[in-house]
């Protein structure tokens, strides 16, 4: 059971680890192309970068990720860990009603935490109203469109015909694939000034798109964007996808064609710049310039495109992705929750013990000296075969669940109770552990079963009582245990200490 303010941390870290994840991948993404060009024609490496960062997001944002931290663990110990107790009027006298502390140095951690939660959540709502609004505007254009069977023939217009429906704007847009499963081509009616060559280059660039399923990429692209609004690296990386979707589907229409026909392309570009006036979203478009992405389509063009990125730099690069998810990882720093132990302000409250065992019948009373217990015995043991359930004795918070106490291996598997006003309870040499640390628990709950683990000299249950850091008879807090003792209980039993 994972508290609130502990999802919160959780979310916060998870938010912070997937910025530093995708700066990492956008950096690294960014030097390979500098070093080997082809890789800005690579949708696949633009795509692992995102997926890198969602990945990141998604894993710290599980329970167990932190045991994979290399870092140290930063130690909180807000109040809201504790359980919800209601003041009382001080009573001093009454057993239990010591100090428990409801502030923590870890609070203003927990409460930014908290409200990031709650910015987060209202920015996904944001984006994806922004979303909706954006593809409602694109599903006008092509509402108020005409479709191209409804014009006739035209020339450089037949081989779209054939692979997906056409509709023309008299809007001065660039040609865009507009939808996901089934999408439609939108084309500006003044590319019908273009000559025919030029117009089936342009047509032969948006087919290829649909070919290569890009719309789909691109969808997968917007949808991460916007469940990661909060990273500004994700938009960088989505336009290096755009790019390079550009740039590969440039490639693809030239490859093989004459000078000429190049140069006419490289003009139809400019073309289209000149006459387009309004960028319109993230679509898929021909014409989707700015003047970086116009720089790189003219160079490749002038180049005659880009040679292909051999296997082994196509490993290294995936290497650098896998090592940098991996560091992401190890490098986040893990929240560990705990009681507070130092009081700042106190409340105070009494607590209702019970015996931890359904049917207990004590074997050993606390303070009894024996030749393995010369200091005395520090808690009580109570007669329980292996398996029998064993039941919190009050209600708290397990702080510790261990397979090794740390009163030492003589307890064998432990578990650790906190409560309110400073005490807590110890269940050890159980046969099996139920609960977790950071659990909350009532009294009466089962939390193990008892057993014989650790130094024992046969199965039975120890149960101590701790306050302040020193351990207290524990039938002070319970009733009635005199009533069910083994006859060596009374025997060797001392006067409580």
Known sequence: MMPFELLSLQFMRASLGCVVASLAAWALLSLACRRWPALALSRTACLTAQLLAVAAFLFLLAPDSARFSMMPAIELAPAQQALQFAPSDPAPALPGAAQVSTDASGDWLVRAAQVWLA???????????????????LHGLVKGATRLSDLGAHDGFKAARSAVDVVETDLAVSPMLIGVWCPVLLLPRNLRGFDVLQQQMIIAHELTHLRRNDPLWMAASIAAQTALWFNPVMRELAERLTLAQELSCDQQVLAGRPQPQRQAYAAALVGQLKLQRHAFGPALAFGGFSATSLTARMLLIRQGGAKALGSLRRCAVAAGFGAVFAASLALQP??????????????????????????????????????????????????????????????????????????????GKTIVVAHANGFSSVYAHLDRRLVAEGDIVKAGAPIGLSGATGTVTGPHLHFEVRHGGQTIDPETMLTGLAANVTPHALRTRSTPH
């Open 119 to 137: 910015v987060y959540l209202a920015g996904v709502g944001v984006s994806v109203v922004r979303l909706g609004l954006a593809q409602h505007a």
């Open 334 to 411: 893990a929240f560990a929750w705990r009681i507070l132990e130092a009081p700042s302000k106190f409340v105070f409250t009494v607590i209702e013990w019970r015996a931890p065992l359904a049917h207990a019948r004590v074997s050993s009373f606390f303070g009894v000296v024996s030749p393995l217990r010369p200091r005395g015995h520090r808690g009580i043991d109570f007669i329980a075969n292996t398996g029998t359930p064993v039941q919190a004795s009050a209600d708290g918070v397990v702080v510790s669940s261990s397979d090794l106490d740390a009163g030492g291996v003589k307890y």
